[in-house]
């Protein structure tokens, strides 16, 4: 019989108790409904609502349901529909009727809300050091290797030249955002619904702020049917999931083109590549191929929570039962992604000589000219015409910049002097770009030591 049934007569059809179960994904949060279940217990006891022997009673008996549910002793059946009912059901076996007093003043409905809540600040404190823990193995590597040459590029050509510490940090500024995002999207999280009953509140004299104090929580949900109805705290965390997961996304391509022989400029470690089943000499980088593969599982997750509560009527509806799937699919992926991140790049290695030779003379200078003119005064508009019709001079005789003498240099422009070529070093073009949040290394260093404080 379940705990409901009062106003019934038989029993729900098999088919219709399968339909309408979420033990199965309910039972990810059966810590937090009894933690939630502790505390209103005793907060009903400060208030007088139960004795001093009862709120032992039903403390006891939540422990003994929690060791069960730990240990797999106890498993509840899908008749019992969800963890709410599961752990209030198997505690009224184990203390008796007085059990049935633990539901005064709440309803499933602020419950599971009061759930999900404590069940995401964990998971979102897990995200945080999740992706603390990334940004740390970038500065590291940055450190270490961060001083290697390579082409920046934009529409995947080669642009300019920078350092790979330079292209590294766009991605820890990106997760440090993220990490803001986590914290911000906490502080709404971080509000009990406990006590909001089905929605309209309860006449028990209750202390709503008590409860919320006993769970850990900063505060309470203003509003009854708020508390209850409410999603967008949880559509935010999977939008930041979403935003998070983008810029891993971009980074695992980075890392699959990175690693082919083409680009050549990371090789991924063993503890993070994948063989063939058929040719042998494969190294291929699964992980981050998986990374970029998953992301788009969290936009499906985002998308399902943003429509399931679109055009819902207020105040509670079955609909929302469906939004753990969802949520609990999307923290679970992103911090999986995080963390193989972290370790992909802890394990690879950077081909740190890779571009020196193959930049020489590379038009990726040919910025470097027009600033070279700019410098000495010509306008960057004319400065810029005669790059470019340097670039085409060097391309017309099949060749490069190596092509230039200081003669055809000054027929192109008589601004041109011999220290033109000073210009043309590749370590002293990454070296020049000092302004603020550019290549130069000791920007890169500025930006390491920001990001590590
Ligand atoms: N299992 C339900 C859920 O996950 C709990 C709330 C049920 N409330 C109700 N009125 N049927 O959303």
Not at 3 to 12: A, I, N
Not at 21 to 34: I, K, N, P, R, T
Not at 160 to 167: K, T
Not at 266 to 277: L, P
Request: glycine fraction near 8%.
């Amino acid at each position: 019989m379940a705990l409901w049934s009062g106003r019934f007569e038989g029993g729900p059809a098999a088919a219709f108790q399968r339909f309408s179960e979420s033990l199965g994904v309910d039972l990810m949060m059966f810590e937090e409904d009894v933690a939630g279940s502790m505390a209103h217990a005793t907060m009903l006891g400060e208030v007088g609502l139960l004795s001093e022997t009862e709120v032992k009673t039903l403390i006891d008996g939540l422990a003994q349901v929690r060791s069960e549910l730990r240990e797999g002793t106890y498993t509840p059946g899908i008749e019992l529909e969800d963890v709410h009912m599961a752990v209030e059901s198997r505690l009224i076996d184990i203390v008796g009727p007085v059990g049935g007093k633990l539901h005064t003043a709440r309803s499933r409905n602020d419950q599971v809300a009061t759930d999900v809540r404590l069940w995401m600040l964990s998971n979102l404190r897990i995200l945080d050091e999740a992706l603390a823990g990334l940004i740390d193995a970038l500065c590291t590597r940055i450190e270490q290797d961060g001083r290697t040459l390579i082409p920046g590029f934009t529409h995947l050509q080669r642009g300019q030249p920078i350092w790979l510490g330079h292209h590294l940090l766009a991605y820890c500024w990106m997760l440090h955002r993220d990490r803001s995002r986590v914290r911000d999207c906490m502080t709404r999280m971080d509000l009990s619904p406990l006590g909001a009953g089905a929605m309209a509140g309860t006449p028990h004299p209750i202390d709503r702020k008590r409860s919320a104090e006993l769970m850990g929580f900063a505060g309470v949900v203003e509003n009854a049917m708020d508390a209850v109805a409410a999603r967008d705290h949880l559509q935010e965390a999977a939008s930041l999931c979403a935003i998070c997961v983008t810029h891993l996304s971009r980074m695992a391509e980075e890392l699959v083109l990175w690693s082919t022989p083409e680009f050549k400029i990371v090789r991924m470690g063993e503890a993070y590549a994948t063989g063939s089943s058929i040719m042998p000499q494969k190294r291929n980088p699964d992980a981050a191929e998986l990374v970029r593969g998953k992301a788009g599982r969290v936009y499906g997750d985002l998308q399902a929570l943003l429509t399931m509560v679109k055009g819902l009527p207020l105040a509670y509806n079955r609909d929302l039962q469906e939004d753990r799937h969802s949520l609990f699919d999307a923290m679970g992926t992103t911090i999986a992604c995080v963390e193989m991140m972290q370790g992909m790049w802890s394990t690879l290695s950077v081909y740190t000589e890779r571009y020196t030779e193959v930049l020489k003379g590379d038009f990726l200078l040919a910025t470097e000219l027009a600033d070279y003119l700019a410098a000495k005064g010509v306008p960057f508009r004319d400065a810029h015409h005669v790059s470019g019709s340097l670039v085409k001079w060097c391309e017309d005789r099949g060749g490069n910049f190596s092509l230039l003498t200081l003669e055809v240099l000054q027929e192109h422009h008589s601004a041109f002097e011999a220290d033109a070529f000073d210009w043309l070093e590749l370590e002293a073009a990454v070296e020049r770009r000092v302004s603020h949040g550019g290549t130069a290394w000791s920007e890169v260093v500025r930006q390491v030591a920001l990001l590590r404080a």
